[in-house]
C-alpha cells in the first residue's frame, strides 16, 4: 500500500510520527463512456472557455471567485491556512467509542508508526483498548478539514473520518407522522421477528453479489451469448393487516 498522508497523531504532549493508508478499496466495475455507433473512446478535455483550447495540467491553478474576479490559491495557502492541522491528528477530546452515530462515519484510514518499535503507539492502541474510548481530533487531507475518530481496530490505530454536524440535514425536513399507535400484540410480534433474525454480527459472510452478477453478464456477452436476465419476484403479503403480516413472516422464518 502506497502511504497518502505523513504528519503525526498529538495525544497530549506525545507526538506520535504515522502514516496514513487508505483502509477501503472500490469494488465498482469501472465503465468508460463511448460513442454507441462504433465504440470509440470518449475523451474529457480540460478546454480554456476563452481561446478554445487544451489546457495542460501543468498549467491548472485552483481559484476562489471574489467579487468579479479570482483569487489563485496554491498548495502553501492550503498548508497556510493550518498548518497544525495538516500535519497533526490532535486528539482534543475522548468519547465513548460506540457514541457516534453511524450517520456520521465517512471513511477509515490504517495507521502505520512511521518508526518501529513506536513505545508511544502502542501505548496509544491499548490504552484505547482498555478504556472503549475512541480520540475526536481534527486534521486537513487534501485541502479539506475533516473531523474524525481515532479508535483500534485488531492491532492497528485507525482513523476515521466523520461528518460534521453542520452536514447533517435536519430531519425537519422530512414528512413524517408522529401520532400513528402501535398496539402492545404488534410491538411483541415485532420484537420476536427481530429476535429470529438476530444472530452475531459476521460481514465476511456478505459479498458484492452485484459486482459477481455483473461480471458474469460481461463475460458472456464478451463470448457473444446472451445473458440470463433474472426477473424480480415481489415478495406479496397475503393480508393487509399488520399483525397478519408479522406472524407470517415469523412462521416463515421458523420454516426455512
Request: glycine letters at 4%; aromatic letters at 8%.
Amino acid at each position: 500500500m502506497r502511504s497518502i498522508w505523513t504528519g503525526s497523531i498529538g495525544f497530549g504532549l506525545v507526538s506520535i510520527p504515522i502514516k496514513l493508508f487508505s483502509a477501503v478499496q472500490e469494488t465498482r466495475l469501472d465503465l468508460d463512456m463511448l460513442d454507441s455507433r462504433d465504440h470509440a473512446h470518449i475523451k474529457f478535455q480540460r478546454v480554456n472557455e476563452n481561446t478554445k483550447k487544451e489546457v495542460p495540467y501543468d498549467k491548472i491553478v485552483k481559484g476562489y471567485k471574489y467579487d468579479d474576479d479570482y483569487v489563485i490559491i496554491e498548495d502553501a495557502d492550503f498548508e497556510a491556512a493550518a498548518p497544525e492541522k495538516s500535519k497533526v491528528i490532535e486528539i482534543e477530546s475522548f468519547v465513548d467509542a460506540t457514541s457516534v452515530n453511524p450517520m456520521y462515519y465517512e471513511t477509515s484510514y490504517y495507521t502505520e508508526p512511521a518508526t518501529k518499535k513506536n513505545k508511544a503507539y502502542a501505548l496509544l492502541l491499548e490504552a484505547l483498548k482498555k478504556s472503549g474510548k475512541a480520540g475526536l481530533a481534527r486534521f486537513v487531507l487534501r485541502s479539506t478539514e475533516s473531523l474524525c475518530i481515532v479508535h483500534p481496530v485488531e492491532k492497528d490505530i485507525v482513523v476515521t473520518r466523520i461528518r460534521f454536524q453542520q452536514q447533517i440535514r435536519d430531519q425537519g425536513e422530512l414528512k413524517l407522522d408522529d401520532d400513528i399507535t402501535v398496539s402492545k400484540k404488534e410491538l411483541d410480534m415485532g420484537l420476536a421477528l427481530i429476535n429470529q433474525y438476530a444472530e452475531p454480527l459476521d460481514l465476511s459472510k456478505y459479498k458484492d453479489e452485484y459486482h459477481t452478477e455483473l461480471m458474469n453478464i460481461i463475460e458472456q456477452k464478451a463470448k457473444g451469448k446472451r445473458p440470463t436476465i433474472k426477473k424480480l419476484k415481489p415478495k406479496a403479503a397475503k393480508s393487509d393487516d399488520l399483525y397478519d403480516q408479522l406472524m407470517s413472516s415469523l412462521n416463515a422464518k421458523k420454516g426455512a
